[in-house]
């Protein structure tokens, strides 16, 4: 069946999709920025804050290692839904969602029962402070306890973003993050008189949201999607789970795992590498990170709207639309990237400031800011693209994509060290990660655009 919208409708169905997505990803960083503020207001025994900063990136960074490696669970399901969707089989979407959400418990139960090791391997590779190592360890052990709920959501989102639902999804992200925001005020500093739990207080609130959110996700599936889910047979389930029948949804993701894989050492590496450079320069990176990620919260509403609906023309066999949606979400994308040029340019000391009161970090944090001003448009290509792709269920093309992303972002930092810069100290050092990082996003942006014919439209043709 083909979908022929105009181009005003089709606009206008883009920002049913996104704007949803926008406003519930505009607290995602309000939950960074309330972590990392959190850390930066508690004081240690020599008065400053960066420790508990660092704490807090290291901790993170922990567990990034964990969850980024299942994100192929979101990215997954959803490009799958939505081409379903597209096909008009409410069936098939519903066998979609079993199959996720039954890998999600498994390897939930896999990183709990082993999270002593894995949290101990993890730590190998952080060469950060002796006190920066032992509250990114509290971090990891009052979090870790929330992998259920977080990996299980991100079947619960995938899904929603294919069944174009952006509903759901936004009500699924706001009531977790403006929960962690609450519950990591409350749990750090108290309330009416109880003194509250400090440093350990922040992750504990994460773990309130992370299950919070899950149990209104279960919810909204029940109520909504009753009928979609009665469509599947208690047999139908049964056969679902049946190792022979998981084999094929888990050959397809293997290239997304690859993507994860590589992505998650592109993150992981930036921490290390910054955690070398001292409490004050790993709090700065920590912080140029949070601002970095800032449009990406934007333009990712963009993001899933062009997985939604490319995978729901791809599912029709619709390549008219496809060409569209592609046009059009990509208008909307570069737009945010020239906003936040300007909002860096104007805003960039100030919102360093909202992070920390350390007079050190914030002086240190303005020297950084001229990268802010030229990764959104890189960024918002790289991420626009990534949505396309995943609702094509292009994989094969993300994988190379990030592997060639993270070739470029550690041979910039390997090259710059084997020709001297191993020896050299201060505020260079982060030039350089904050130049291989924006490397990553080069290589990103060049591969996904070449690929976009043979990868792409080749899949209605």
Known sequence: MKHILTDRALNREILRLSVPSILANLTVPLVGMVDT??????????????VFIGGISVGAMLLNLLYWNFFFLRTGTGGLTAQAYGRESPKECAEIFIRGIALAAALSAFVLIFQRPLSKLGMLLVSSTP??????????????????????????????????????SMWTDLIVNVTNIAASVLLTFGVAGWEGLGFDGIAAGTLVAQYTGLLWAILVCTIKYRSTFESVTRDDARELLKPGSLLPFLKMNGHLLGRSLCFTAIYMGYTIIASGFGDVLLACSSIMMQLLMIFSYFTDGFAYAGEALAGRFIGARDPLMLKRTVRYVFIWSMSIAVLFIGIYALTGRPMIQLFTSDGNVVEAGTRFLPWLMIMPPLGCAAFTWDGIYLGATAASSLFQSMALAMLGFFGVWFAWSWAGGASQTGDICLHVLLAAYFAHLVARTIWLSLRYRRAILSCVS
Request: glycine share 14%.
């Open 37 to 50: 503020a959190l850390a930066g207001h508690l004081q240690d025994d020599g008065g400053g804050s960066a």
């Open 131 to 168: 006190k920066v190592s032992e509250l990114a360890l509290r971090y990891f052990c009052v979090r870790i306890w929330a992998v259920p709920a977080t990996v299980g959501l991100m079947v619960f989102r995938g899904w929603f973003v294919g069944m174009q639902d952006s509903m759901s």
